[in-house]
């Protein structure tokens, strides 16, 4: 049995991580255990970091079980080098704790390394304290020089599209302390959304070269594609007809639905603006990937978001998730 925070660390996670190292193609030169994780970058690569963190209560639910805590909280995470078309190399974890809580441990060590091997990062270090539960991942990814998609390249005339489908895990929030037993097949779907969102690195790889910015929906959708509008100094329209909607959704809320996914956050789907001369080929990077991928409007000169309904009137997005 470990005990001390040191053979913790030896015993949960070094282990698990040492069999990625041990892979022929591994950047990690040297990992979990030295002063530095030493990283090999790609020649000609640049380095793209990231770092989020996770509070209980705040960005998971107490008494939230490990397995699922490790997988979201590395999903989340990864979203942000998928939005910058970043290819993971490596991520390190800060865990604070209240105790130690063998199980607990044993089953968030094995999820996050089971998700870290589906995702081909390899955890490189940490730091490991005590406290209330809470986590950061710091990830990095890399991008051949010049080529890492930003938020500051929407131009007038540019195409917004978004992946996936939004709104979901903000439904799911109302549904978090409802029993197993009591769940309509509509409602585990949106919790399934919530409790493992789907970091698009396959489409943010792609987008290099492609796309003009990219951002991950953390916050919500008018939230985060106004960081794009901002930093590029563009505006935008959209129409709420043509937000991608999940048929679970529409089904336990159609009346918050577009309120849902435009501020709602939590989705970790890319959304991204494409010079309108490239339609087709998002459209056969939609077939590829097998990936809903939506127009949801357009860029204009200006500043700010409109969001048409159907009807033509507007429709006012309450901002996004915000911390303080
Ligand atoms: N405490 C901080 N110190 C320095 N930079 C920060 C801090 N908090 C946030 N940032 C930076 O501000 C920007 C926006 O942060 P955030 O909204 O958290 O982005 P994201 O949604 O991609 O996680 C990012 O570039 C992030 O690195
Ligand atoms: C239990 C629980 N309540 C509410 C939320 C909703 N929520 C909390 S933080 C957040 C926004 C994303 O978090 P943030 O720290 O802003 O991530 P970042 O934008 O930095 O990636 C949302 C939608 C949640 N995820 N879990
Ligand atoms: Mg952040």
Known sequence: MPTSEFQLIQHYFK???????????????????????VLALPVGDELLVSVDTLVESIHFPQNYPSDM?????????????????????????????PNVDEPWLASFANALIVAAGEYDIALVGGDTTRGPLCLSLQVMGSAPAGAAILRSGARAGDIIYVSGQLGDARAALDYLNKAAHELSAAEQALLDRYHAPTPRLALGQKLRGLATAAVDVSDGLAADLGHI???????????????????????????????????????YELCFTVPAEHREVVARLSAELNLNISEIGYIEAGEGLTCYRADGGVFAPAAGYQHF
């Not at 282990?15 to 994780?37: E, F, H, K, T």
């Not at 909280?73 to 704790?97: E, I, K, N, R, W």
């Open 15 to 37: 282990a698990g991580a040492a069999a990625a190292l041990a892979q022929p193609n591994s950047p990690v030169r040297c990992g979990i255990g030295d002063d530095c994780a």
């Open 229 to 267: 509008l901002s930093v590029s100094g563009v505006a935008a329209v959209l129409h709420t007809d043509n937000l991608p909607l999940s048929p679970a959704l529409t089904e336990t809320c159609a009346e918050r639905a577009i309120e849902f996914a435009l501020s709602g956050g939590d989705d």
């Open 69 to 97: 805590l490790a997988r979201r909280a590395l999903a989340v995470c990864v979203s942000d080098l998928a939005a910058c078309g970043a290819t993971p190399l490596g991520f390190t974890l800060a865990l604070t704790m």
